[in-house]
């Protein structure tokens, strides 16, 4: 239990000796104090995974203190929030995910983020970040996990900001900020619902309701879980708040390894799953999640097809494949979307940390189109980025293929989903493979474009990490987590009849976007510096190219919808229209306080005939 | 003897009121004030004293007597401290007398 109650809150110990301190730690001792709180959070998440899995205790939960008191309107009937963390195999792979995930890339970050004049404030950001992500997903009721959501949003801000001085990276944080406000503004929205509906916010209880007789009408139903998808949608990056992502890259690299691939965006798959119950209760919303899903990475996938930043392509391939768990959560393959959520994150981290390191190998160059021979200049991280590629492609025998292949195996039967579904999944998975051969084509093979030295890296602490991060990748696949105590499967009315070549069709996608990529982009793979500076001219000539370039013109469209409005709205009421009519009080007010200081001139002649005044005009009235 | 009516005693009465009251309104220097401040009373005398004679009765003439005497203790007062004010001052303008305004 005090391992329980203790585990998310190591961190938050470093986050303060670290801005209580700041300067005066040595960068050794900052790097231990940040480092080994979260390794005691990550063993003490395995320690529990451990007990799970192997003793007969399914669930564990601890009661801190209560935080406040709701009450119901209609019924006056009091609800106890409290601060509990709740444990169940869901959570404890979220937790084991986020911790040692988390572990990883503070390690990485510690040597990568050694020469930065602000060190200290990088590392105690990041472990609010992981008190923050972890509060989220242990929380018993949605009010904590609000709390947690809050704090990785905050995190998320001041993380993409951390290099402040630059106005584009200010301006990406508050893109960020304010596109996942807009569904946390809905997910508060649906709690509230929610708590006047069922007057309870504890997940349990809602699930044990959604489990029996559940007690709303469908339409309400219907609104609550919507509003439940607006949050998941901003913070998960989904279809129509998925603008924020990209630009979210502005941080520093290892920040984009923790929050924007392994972690935090996948809170959205984890509302979803935690609320699958609920969720459950109304089929369309979970038709219009895999819609979400598989629409988001289909787009994310063809704009990732012609990026030219190497973490712009891989902020796009994150996005494409939170698509497929929220496609694998919208078919009802609950374990399979939880699975990728914690694969995923295996190989994502594993992908940015090493763009990281080849970054900065290149002098802060991430143009793949300026890059170019790595595999013979930088092998070691070349090997990494392969294994990387190999899982996200899904190649058979990766973690990644285990993953992809269960949610894709899911969606023909699904009640929910169906062959169009898995068709379009089968397309996406496709064009992954497609844009990675280009990434990897690009950037690694031919030769080196840019004369420009490598920069050693010295970092131990690097090395060790990616190579965790590789095995995990490479084996991720044959951990067996058992989700079946906490999921509820679907009821299907009709089994559909499974085509025979369903599954081989799967397996060979993947090599037939190899084959297919081997062969159109041959320039690139042999490295013709002529045809690449022309294709590199061509993404901003060629139209289409533009198009996608800009991620299908979202951008431009909100831009157009919503930010000019909205600038001429305020350019508008600059003066202020309300305040004015607020102001004439304060106005009316200081114009009898002039003519009443006036009054006060000091003259006593001006003093006898005020007097006189007075006593006339109170004369004349008591006489008229 | 032909009797003046009440009306034209309290008319002449105003008048004077009126004047001394315009005198402490606009001279500047305190002696004029006060002197103004005589014609005042002296209007409340005559209306009394025309009262008290329209009415036959003696009270009017014993306010008068009771007024002078206020306005000879007063203009004794008041005289008192236009010498100190002369002194501290130098200077008769009442205008100078604002050190209660502040600043």
Same mark, same amino acid.
């Given at each position: ?624 | ?14 008048? *004077?009121? #009126? ?10 220097? $305190? &002696?004029? !004030?006060? =002197? ?29 007597? *009771?007024? #002078? ?10 005289? $008192? &401290?236009? !010498?100190? =004010? ?18």
């Amino acid at each position: 239990m005090m391992i329980l109650a203790w585990l998310p809150f190591y961190p938050l110990i470093s986050f303060a000796l670290l801005i209580a301190f700041q300067r005066q730690l040595s960068w050794k001792l900052a790097s231990v104090i940040s480092v080994t709180t979260v390794l005691l959070s990550a063993l003490s998440s395995g320690y529990l995974m451990w007990q799970l899995s192997f003793n007969d205790v399914t669930t564990l939960s601890v009661n801190l203190w209560q935080w406040f008191t709701l009450t119901s309107f209609d019924t006056g009937d009091t609800h106890q929030v409290n601060i509990a963390f709740y444990l169940d195999r869901l959570s404890a792979v979220m937790v084991c995910v986020v911790s040692g995930v988390g572990f990883l890339i503070h390690c990485f970050a510690a040597a990568y983020m050694k020469e930065d004049p602000h060190f200290h404030r990088f590392m105690a950001y990041m472990n609010l970040f992981l008190v923050a992500m972890l509060l989220l997903v242990l929380a018993d009721n949605l009010v904590l996990l609000y709390l947690g959501w809050e704090g990785v949003g905050l995190c998320s801000f001041l993380l993409i900001g951390f290099w402040y001085k630059v106005p584009e990276n200010a301006a990406a944080a508050r893109k960020a900020f304010i596109i996942t406000r807009i569904g946390d503004t809905a997910l508060v929205i649906g709690l509230l619902f929610l708590f006047t509906s069922l007057n309870s916010l504890e997940i349990n209880t809602l699930n044990t309701l959604a489990q029996g007789e559940w007690p709303l009408t469908e339409q309400r139903t219907f609104w609550i879980t919507i509003l439940l998808l607006g949050g998941a949608v901003g913070k998960s990056a989904q279809l129509p708040l998925q603008t924020w992502l990209p630009d979210a890259m502005a941080g520093p690299t290892p920040v984009s390894a923790l929050i924007h691939a392994a972690t935090m965006v996948t809170a959205g798959v984890y509302l979803i799953a935690r609320m699958h119950h609920v969720f459950i209760q109304s089929p369309e919303v979970m038709t219009l999640i895999a819609w979400i899903g598989v629409l988001t990475l289909l787009i994310a996938g063809i704009t990732a097809l012609v990026q030219s930043d190497i973490k712009r392509i891989l902020a796009y391939s994150t996005m494409s494949q939170i698509g497929y768990m929220m496609l694998a959560l919208g078919a009802g393959a609950w374990s399979a979307s939880v699975f990728h959520l914690m694969i995923h994150a295996f190989f994502k981290a594993l992908l940015f940390l090493t763009a990281g390191a080849v970054i900065y190998a290149l002098h802060h160059q991430q143009n793949i189109f300026k890059m170019g021979g790595l595999l013979k200049r930088l092998p070691v991280e070349s090997a990494f980025f392969i294994v990387g590629l190999a899982c996200l492609v899904a190649l058979p025998g990766t973690s990644g293929f285990f993953s992809k292949e269960a949610i894709i195996g899911h969606l023909w039967q699904s009640p929910t989903a169906g062959p169009i579904f898995w068709w379009l999944a089968i397309i996406g998975a496709l064009i992954t493979s497609i844009y990675s051969c280009r990434l990897f084509f690009l950037a690694f093979m031919g030769s080196a474009r840019e004369n420009i030295s490598i920069v050693k890296s010295d970092g131990v602490l690097i090395k060790a990490s990616l190579s965790l991060l590789v095995i995990l990748s490479l084996f991720g696949g044959w951990l067996n987590i058992d989700l079946t105590t906490v999921f509820q499967p679907l009821t299907t009315q009709v089994m559909k009849q499974e085509p025979s070549w369903l599954h081989s069709v799967a397996v060979a996608t993947p090599f037939i976007g190899i084959a297919f990529s081997w062969w159109i982009f041959r320039e690139y793979r042999l490295g013709n510096s002529t045809k690449i500076a022309q294709s590199y001219q061509s993404i901003q000539t060629n139209r289409v190219k533009r198009w996608c370039y800009s991620g299908l013109g979202f951008d431009s469209l909100y831009t157009h919808l919503v930010v000019t409005p909205f600038m001429f709205i305020a350019k508008v009421n600059r003066k202020d229209l309300i305040d004015q009519l607020v102001m004439l009080c304060a106005w009316y007010a200081k114009l009898l306080r002039d003519v009443a200081a006036s009054l006060q001139n000091g003259l006593l002649r001006w003093y006898a005939a005020a007097f006189a005044c007075g006593l006339m005009l109170w004369l004349g009235a008591w006489l008229v | 003897m032909t009797a003046i009516p009440l009306e034209h005693i309290l008319i002449l009465a105003s008048i *004077l009121f #009126l004047i001394g009251f315009v005198g402490v309104i606009v001279r500047k220097n $305190a &002696l004029f !004030i006060l =002197m103004s401040l005589e014609v005042m009373l002296n209007a409340t005398g005559v209306a009394f004293i025309g009262a008290g004679s329209v009415w036959q009765q003696a009270d009017g003439q014993v306010m008068f007597m *009771l007024i #002078l005497t206020l306005a000879a203790a007063e203009v004794a007062v008041g005289l $008192a &401290l236009l !010498i100190r =004010m002369k002194h501290q001052y130098r200077s008769l303008d009442i205008d100078v007398l604002s050190d209660l305004k502040g600043q």
